[in-house]
């Protein structure tokens, strides 16, 4: 392909179309978990996290990835599935909310494989034994060391050609009850360690029918291909996109793995095959801190809330302390970058013709405008939408000041409470008391003449009202946990 050429001025307040979507700006809110689960309150969670987003202005929203079967492929506690025909049509009461506010959803559909809980959660292993875990081939070497070393549980059923076909039936399945339900595109959940990435990745993949490395392109892209077939015969003509990994971030000797190369040519395929939008991303094959980078969250792993949680997770306390021993050198190797997928999503806008998403560290108005049309058509974040779910309305408008930028700190403290069972929620007083100041000053409440283009964009630097120090963002204006002490992640995985 031709690639796209660079747009002088392109800025956040621009319209952009995505396979034949038209958004009226160009900031997403990127995949998080949502932890809503199926119960009979999951559709009212799901509203009261992802409309405010929608109500500030976002153009395009993400809900978070949902397991495509009845049972197995979750990658984390609370996911929600959406194998059952009834529950995604009440969906439709989520879909409505966001169109109320001229906004656009995607749903991110996902099977972790070997990133699902019956591999790695203690309690979930021993409550659930008879669920199958499913691989794309003979797991790594280092994950059967896991294995012995009792972090991990492996017995996986190593996936047929039939049985690789029979799940990207139910991806496409899953995609259709979710157009029903009134859905505007579909997000194939490509990296993060879920079952898309082992597939593209030859660290998970030594496949030797046509699901196995593509020589040409040095990545697995047979089964994303087959999911779009799957998506087209099923849900017709949605905008459907995904995320595509590049594992350059894996730490040396660990094995052969996906760099930037492979990245670019597996967008060229994928944009010819069908898709309407690519979001390359830079992750290692595990999922760990090269997702979001940033802070060691050592508040969260310290936090006596989450001891039990942890126990049941990785089968005992010393475990946990072990998980999070690696946590802590893991985040000595990730530093936050801001933008630090920007230069991948440069190279494949040069080289595809459809539009590409960027997401991965970016904070400030500047920067994403400084993005766009030249490195990326949109830009997204997540993780700072835990303290600032109407963050929206700050970043959007024709009279922002460039340097307003979100309040999250990249403490990364609830990424790790969600593996406890906890819901993603910003824990950090610091942020919180900020947010809290914004929101006193009206910086969440969306200008009328820019209800549309934007937002009003409140600044950073408003002083904190009498009485408003260390209020937690609350209502639509905050997701906080009474008495927490730090903050973030999710999505496919974790946000960004």
């Given at each position: 392909?031709?690639?796209?050429?660079?747009?002088?001025?392109?800025?956040?307040?621009?319209p952009?179309?995505?396979?034949?979507l038209?958004?009226?700006?160009?900031?997403?809110?990127?995949?998080?978990?949502?932890?809503?689960?199926?119960?009979?309150?999951?559709?009212?969670?799901l509203?009261?996290?992802?409309?405010?987003?929608?109500?500030?202005g976002?153009?395009?929203?993400?809900?978070?990835?949902?397991?495509?079967?009845?049972?197995g492929?979750?990658?984390?506690?609370?996911?929600?599935?959406v194998h059952?025909?009834?529950?995604?049509?009440?969906?439709?009461?989520?879909?409505?909310?966001?169109?109320?506010?001229?906004?656009?959803?995607?749903?991110?559909?996902?099977?972790g494989?070997?990133?699902?809980?019956?591999?790695?959660?203690?309690?979930?292993?021993?409550?659930?034994?008879d669920?199958e875990?499913?691989?794309?081939?003979?797991?790594?070497r280092?994950?059967?060391?896991?294995?012995?070393?009792?972090?991990?549980?492996?017995?996986?059923?190593?996936?047929?050609?039939?049985?690789?076909?029979?799940?990207?039936?139910?991806f496409?399945?899953?995609?259709?009850?979710?157009?029903?339900a009134?859905?505007?595109?579909?997000?194939?959940?490509?990296?993060?360690m879920?079952?898309?990435?082992?597939?593209?990745?030859?660290?998970?993949?030594?496949?030797?029918?046509?699901?196995g490395?593509?020589?040409?392109?040095?990545a697995?892209?047979?089964?994303?291909?087959?999911?779009?077939?799957?998506?087209?015969?099923?849900?017709?003509?949605?905008?459907?996109?995904?995320?595509?990994?590049?594992?350059?971030?894996?730490?040396?000797?660990?094995?052969?793995h996906?760099?930037?190369?492979?990245?670019?040519?597996?967008?060229?395929?994928?944009?010819?095959?069908?898709?309407?939008?690519?979001?390359?991303?830079r992750?290692?094959?595990?999922?760990?801190?090269?997702?979001?980078?940033?802070?060691?969250?050592?508040?969260a792993?310290?936090?006596?809330?989450?001891?039990?949680?942890?126990?049941?997770?990785?089968?005992?306390?010393?475990?946990?302390a072990?998980?999070?021993?690696?946590?802590?050198i893991?985040?000595?190797?990730?530093?936050?970058?801001?933008?630090?997928?920007?230069?991948?999503?440069?190279?494949?806008?040069?080289?595809?013709?459809?539009?590409?998403?960027?997401?991965?560290?970016?904070?400030?108005?500047?920067?994403?405008?400084?993005?766009?049309?030249?490195?990326?058509?949109?830009?997204?974040m997540?993780?700072?939408?835990?303290?600032?779910?109407?963050?929206p309305?700050?970043?959007?408008?024709?009279d922002?000041?460039?340097?307003?930028?979100?309040?999250c700190e990249?403490?990364?403290?609830?990424?790790?409470?969600?593996?406890?069972?906890?819901?993603?929620?910003?824990?950090?007083?610091?942020?919180?008391?900020?947010?809290?100041?914004?929101?006193?000053?009206?910086?969440?409440?969306?200008?009328?003449?820019?209800?549309?283009?934007?937002g009003?964009?409140?600044?950073?630097?408003?002083?904190?009202?009498?009485?408003?120090e260390?209020?937690?963002?609350?209502?639509?204006?905050?997701?906080?946990?009474?008495?927490?002490?730090?903050?973030s992640?999710?999505?496919?995985?974790?946000?960004?």
């Amino acid at each position: 392909m031709t690639g796209t050429a660079p747009t002088a001025g392109t800025t956040l307040n621009d319209p952009v179309t995505i396979g034949g979507l038209r958004l009226h700006n160009r900031l997403y809110r990127a995949p998080l978990l949502e932890c809503a689960g199926n119960g009979p309150d999951a559709v009212d969670a799901l509203i009261a996290d992802l409309e405010p987003a929608a109500a500030s202005g976002a153009g395009l929203i993400h809900q978070g990835a949902t397991i495509v079967r009845g049972e197995g492929g979750c990658a984390a506690p609370g996911m929600t599935r959406v194998h059952d025909p009834a529950f995604v049509a009440d969906l439709s009461r989520l879909t409505d909310a966001i169109h109320a506010h001229d906004s656009r959803i995607a749903i991110q559909l996902e099977h972790g494989g070997l990133r699902s809980m019956e591999v790695w959660h203690a309690g979930y292993r021993r409550a659930n034994s008879d669920l199958e875990q499913l691989a794309v081939s003979r797991p790594p070497r280092i994950l059967r060391l896991l294995d012995r070393l009792g972090f991990l549980d492996l017995s996986p059923r190593i996936l047929s050609t039939a049985d690789v076909e029979a799940l990207a039936a139910d991806f496409g399945r899953a995609a259709a009850r979710a157009v029903d339900a009134g859905y505007d595109a579909v997000h194939v959940a490509g990296a993060n360690m879920g079952i898309v990435q082992q597939f593209c990745s030859p660290f998970y993949n030594r496949r030797t029918d046509r699901f196995g490395i593509d020589p040409d392109v040095g990545a697995g892209v047979a089964f994303l291909e087959l999911v779009a077939e799957e998506v087209r015969d099923r849900a017709g003509d949605v905008p459907l996109m995904t995320k595509v990994p590049s594992e350059r971030p894996t730490l040396p000797g660990i094995g052969p793995h996906l760099g930037d190369d492979e990245a670019v040519r597996t967008c060229e395929r994928l944009a010819e095959h069908g898709y309407d939008a690519v979001v390359p991303v830079r992750t290692s094959v595990f999922w760990d801190m090269s997702v979001v980078r940033g802070e060691f969250p050592a508040a969260a792993w310290r936090d006596p809330r989450f001891r039990d949680g942890y126990r049941d997770a990785f089968g005992s306390l010393p475990r946990a302390a072990a998980v999070a021993v690696g946590n802590w050198i893991e985040s000595f190797a990730y530093d936050f970058e801001p933008g630090w997928n920007r230069d991948l999503c440069r190279r494949v806008r040069e080289r595809v013709d459809v539009p590409v998403c960027c997401e991965g560290g970016l904070r400030e108005r500047a920067e994403m405008d400084d993005a766009l049309g030249v490195d990326a058509d949109l830009v997204g974040m997540g993780r700072p939408f835990y303290a600032e779910p109407a963050l929206p309305a700050r970043l959007l408008g024709h009279d922002v000041d460039p340097g307003v930028k979100a309040v999250c700190e990249n403490c990364n403290n609830c990424a790790v409470a969600q593996a406890a069972g906890e819901a993603g929620v910003c824990r950090t007083p610091a942020v919180l008391e900020r947010a809290g100041r914004l929101r006193k000053h009206g910086a969440y409440v969306p200008s009328p003449t820019d209800s549309i283009e934007g937002g009003a964009g409140g600044g950073d630097e408003v002083e904190a009202a009498d009485g408003d120090e260390g209020r937690a963002a609350d209502g639509d204006e905050g997701r906080a946990a009474d008495g927490d002490e730090g903050g973030s992640a999710g999505g496919d995985g974790m946000s960004l």
